[in-house]
C-alpha cells in the first residue's frame, strides 16, 4: 500500500464516524451529559455565579509577581475560544432561525456550562507537574489517571 491509498482510507473513515456521529445523535448526546452533570452538581453553574464575579474582580498580591489575575486568565481563555466562526455562527443562526436562536444558544450555554466544569474540576484533579516544575494535564491525562486506560488517553491525544 502507498501512502495515498493510506490517505484515501483513513480520510473514508473519519468520513463514515463524521457522518454517523454529526447527526442528532452528538447533539443528544452532549445535551443530556450536560442536563445530567447540571442535575449531579446542583446546577453549579448557577449557584456560584456570584462566586465567579467575586473571583473575577478579586485583587491578589503574589510574592515576585510572576501570577496573572483571574480576569487576565478568563480574556486569555475567551481569546482562544471566541473567534470569526462563533461570530459568524450567531449571525447566521439568528438569521436562519430569527431572534428565538438566541434563547437557546443561551439555553445551551447554561446546560453546557456543567459540563465545561465538570472538564475544568478533572484537569486540575488530574494535572502532572514535569519535570521542570511546568504542569501539564488535560482529557488526555485524566483519561488515563481518572479511568485507569492509558491506552484511551493516548487514542484521544492523537
Not at 11 to 27: Q, R, V
Not at 49 to 53: E, L, R, V
Not at 81 to 86: F, L, P
Given at each position: 500500500?502507498?501512502?495515498?491509498?493510506?490517505?484515501?482510507?483513513?480520510?473514508?473513515?473519519?468520513?463514515?464516524?463524521?457522518?454517523?456521529?454529526?447527526?442528532?445523535?452528538?447533539?443528544?448526546?452532549?445535551?443530556?451529559?450536560?442536563?445530567?452533570?447540571?442535575?449531579?452538581?446542583?446546577?453549579?453553574?448557577?449557584?456560584y455565579?456570584?462566586?465567579?464575579?467575586t473571583?473575577?474582580?478579586?485583587?491578589?498580591?503574589?510574592?515576585?509577581?510572576?501570577?496573572?489575575?483571574?480576569?487576565?486568565?478568563?480574556?486569555?481563555?475567551?481569546?482562544?475560544?471566541?473567534?470569526?466562526?462563533?461570530?459568524?455562527?450567531?449571525?447566521t443562526?439568528?438569521a436562519?432561525?430569527?431572534?428565538?436562536?438566541?434563547?437557546?444558544?443561551?439555553?445551551?450555554?447554561?446546560?453546557?456550562?456543567?459540563?465545561?466544569?465538570?472538564?475544568?474540576?478533572?484537569?486540575?484533579?488530574?494535572?502532572?507537574?514535569?519535570?521542570?516544575?511546568?504542569?501539564?494535564?488535560?482529557?488526555?491525562?485524566?483519561?488515563?489517571?481518572?479511568?485507569?486506560?492509558?491506552?484511551?488517553?493516548?487514542?484521544?491525544?492523537?
Open positions: 500500500m502507498d501512502l495515498k491509498s493510506i490517505n484515501d482510507s483513513l480520510i473514508a473513515i473519519t468520513g463514515e464516524i463524521d457522518g454517523f456521529m454529526y447527526t442528532y445523535i452528538l447533539l443528544a448526546l452532549l445535551v443530556f451529559t450536560g442536563i445530567w452533570y447540571t442535575i449531579r452538581t446542583r446546577a453549579v453553574q448557577i449557584r455565579i456570584t462566586d465567579m464575579f473571583q473575577l474582580t478579586e485583587k491578589k498580591h503574589v510574592e515576585g509577581g510572576h501570577a496573572i489575575s483571574s480576569f487576565q486568565a478568563l480574556m486569555v481563555s475567551t481569546a482562544s475560544r471566541v473567534g470569526t466562526g462563533n461570530i459568524a455562527g450567531v449571525a443562526a439568528v436562519t432561525g430569527g431572534p428565538g436562536a438566541v434563547f437557546w444558544m443561551w439555553v445551551m450555554a447554561l446546560v453546557g456550562a456543567a459540563s465545561a466544569f465538570i472538564e475544568s474540576t478533572l484537569a486540575q484533579i488530574f494535572k502532572v507537574r514535569g519535570k521542570d516544575g511546568e504542569f501539564r494535564g488535560g482529557p488526555a491525562y485524566y483519561i488515563e489517571q481518572g479511568l485507569g486506560h492509558r491506552w484511551l488517553g493516548v487514542i484521544f491525544a492523537v
